[in-house]
């Protein structure tokens, strides 16, 4: 697992470079005949940088991230969790994630287009289950750092993020040990949907 996560992390950093070292020597070919890199430079206003420059800063930045997740033993796929989140107030997002765990009996944290989400949100239609859904794709700007947060907090970053109580039980098929083993998997033990009642999660 430890090859996977540095494979996958060097992987990430060289495709990031490689956008650098792609985007920057083509510059010159797309500007108007008889503009220079030097010419267009000079054109900016005084202290405002050109989008090739806010693009590199945007990849350095993201490096850097990486660097530090991978540092840190993240595995891979919260190394590339954290690099789509960016810089972001940690403080303040980790406490809109805790105040969203705990606004309903039920919570589960989408993406709307995922397959595993859409089939969380039928299997809790059909045990007339009142969940709360938070999307992490509207925006991605705001979801993509709060899934970063969610998985460092549970340990893993696959959507859905279902939460039961304030617990977080797993996804849908899957989870992170015999406690949050998913939904399936506690639906099989019959366990669910005691746990649903128990929360107060189920409609009249």
């Known amino acids: 697992m430890m090859l996977e ?8 950093t060289a495709y990031l470079l490689g956008l650098v070292q792609a985007f920057v020597p083509q510059a010159p070919s797309v500007l108007s005949r008889g503009h220079t890199t030097m010419q267009l430079s000079s054109m900016k206003p005084v202290g405002e ?3 090739i420059d806010k693009f590199i800063e945007d990849i350095k930045m993201r490096v850097r991230i990486a660097q530090s ?4 033993g993240a595995s891979a796929k919260q190394t590339i969790a954290d690099v789509l989140a960016g810089e ?4 303040a997002v980790e406490q809109r994630v805790e105040e969203d765990i705990n606004s309903a009996p039920c919570v589960m944290f989408t993406w709307q287009s995922s397959p595993s989400c859409k089939k969380a949100v039928e299997a809790f239609k059909i045990m007339n289950s009142n969940v709360k859904i938070v999307r992490l794709d509207d925006p991605w700007s705001e979801g993509n750092p709060m899934r970063a947060v969610l998985g460092k907090k ?13 617990t977080y039980i797993g ?10 083993p998913g939904m399936v998997d506690l639906a099989f033990k019959g366990q669910l949907l005691s746990m649903l009642s128990e929360a107060g999660a189920l409609k009249n």
């Open 5 to 12: 996560s540095k494979t996958l992390y060097f992987l990430t």
């Open 49 to 51: 940088e050109s989008p």
């Open 69 to 72: 997740s991978n540092a840190s």
């Open 88 to 91: 972001y107030d940690i403080n």
């Open 154 to 166: 549970v340990g893993r970053t696959s959507v859905p993020f279902v939460f039961i109580k304030g």
């Open 171 to 180: 996804g849908y098929d899957g989870g992170v040990n015999d406690d949050a």
